[in-house]
């Protein structure tokens, strides 16, 4: 193992780390020890004061916390504190982000590529009984797409662009700014998802202007499941009314009032009660991540991937993944025939990874991992590829 590394001081904290040689952290980042003791606390709270923890005096019950968690979120990607709301998935958000444009008169198309995650798609898919029409740019080699293909599908009829910032399948980093740009030039709105990028490439919404970031905590920040959120820039906040709310974005929720009136701030963004019990078990991901620093872990990702890149080549593997390092995220998909099988069997000898159709194998080494490790996956895939 190398031992010149000072983020390795961090593999302690996550204990899985000691069992498994754990490469799928785009998909499901490790668990933190300190996961577990969240988690105790809201059962504690729970446990010992029932209803009263939704607020205690003091500051420091859940509702509290979940506001206390999107601010600490939106420290990751210099967010300005109350500008950030917690959620259940990336989908919803989506269509609450959708809820609030009028797609009835000419400015009503929706324009992505046909790289982005299957959920925001079918969600868009589904808006076009209300008028939206889709403006999908095709991807030429499956890997990513030209910006500029993007930027000139933009223009006056476009209501809002819904863009990855990293590609799932391929790890593709996409340049974002200059789709933004024309964007706002025509006068429509984006909405990005960093879910793929949060934690492993650094983020500025406010040097990117961008309109709407959605994402999640399950992967590069290992923050675990149903902790999503959404970032609405601080101009637009007063204006922003969708149609997709609930009991907890009035202004005065409990006071349960049957004449709606949103929220000032970011509670407007909220639906029905918010994701209690997982923000606690998110939070630990988020502060270690900003203790070590997105940039230092997006220095070693480059580094590691590149290896990977070159050891995977090496192999005669196939590489789904982009070549330029500056457009690659944290990923490197590797393809072979039978890689769909071997992932289980990798799965197996304690190799955690996955596997995408049209992508190949996801090998996606932190902060936390090591290059023996990448060496130790290319070689147990020769192994598997060979027939052992």
């Known amino acids: 193992m190398t031992t010149n590394d000072p983020l390795l001081k961090w593999r302690e904290e996550f204990p899985i780390l000691a069992k498994k040689t754990y490469l799928i952290n785009n998909s499901l980042g490790a668990m933190p020890r300190a996961a577990r003791a969240g988690l105790n606390h809201f059962a504690d709270m729970w446990e010992n004061d029932g209803v009263v923890a939704w607020h205690y005096p003091d500051g420091s019950g859940w509702l509290d916390d979940c506001e206390k968690t999107a601010d600490l979120i939106g420290s990751v990607i210099n967010a300005k504190p109350g500008t950030m709301m917690l959620h259940l998935n990336v989908a919803s958000l989506t269509a609450q982000v959708l809820s609030s444009i009028d797609f009835s008169g000419p400015r009503n198309r929706i324009v992505y590529d046909d790289m982005q995650f299957t959920s925001p798609h079918y969600v868009c898919q589904a808006w076009t009984r209300y008028g939206a029409q889709l403006e999908i740019v095709k991807s030429d080699d499956g890997i990513g797409v030209d910006v500029q293909k993007i930027v000139d599908a933009i223009d006056e009829r476009t209501a809002i662009v819904p863009i990855s910032h990293v590609y799932f399948r391929s790890a593709y980093l996409q340049d974002v700014k200059p789709i933004i740009e024309k964007a706002h030039k025509v006068g429509a709105k984006v909405l990005l998802d960093i879910y793929q990028s949060i934690g492993t490439v650094p983020i500025d919404v406010q040097d990117l202007n961008v309109d709407f970031a959605v994402g999640g905590s399950v992967k590069w920040v290992c923050g675990g499941p149903n902790v999503c959120y959404l970032y609405i820039r601080p101009d637009l906040m007063k204006d922003y009314n969708p149609a997709l709310t609930g009991w907890i974005s009035h202004a005065r929720p409990f006071r349960f009032e049957m004449e709606f009136e949103p929220h000032e701030g970011a509670w407007r963004a909220a639906t029905g009660t918010p994701p209690v019990v997982a923000l606690y078990s998110a939070r630990p991901g988020y502060e270690i991540i900003k203790q070590v620093g997105v940039e230092n872990i997006r ?77 130790a996956i290319v070689e147990e895939m020769k192994k598997i590829r060979a027939g052992s």
């Open 299 to 375: 220095a070693k990702s480059k580094r590691m991937t590149a290896h990977l890149f070159e050891k995977a080549r090496e192999a005669g593997f196939k590489v789904n993944s982009p070549t330029n390092p500056e457009r690659r995220g944290g990923t490197v998909c590797i393809n072979f025939e039978g890689a769909s099988k071997a992932e289980n069997k990798l799965i197996e000898r304690g190799f955690i990874i996955d596997y995408r159709p049209g992508g190949g194998i996801r090998v996606s080494p932190h902060f936390y991992n090591t290059l023996d490790e990448i060496d």
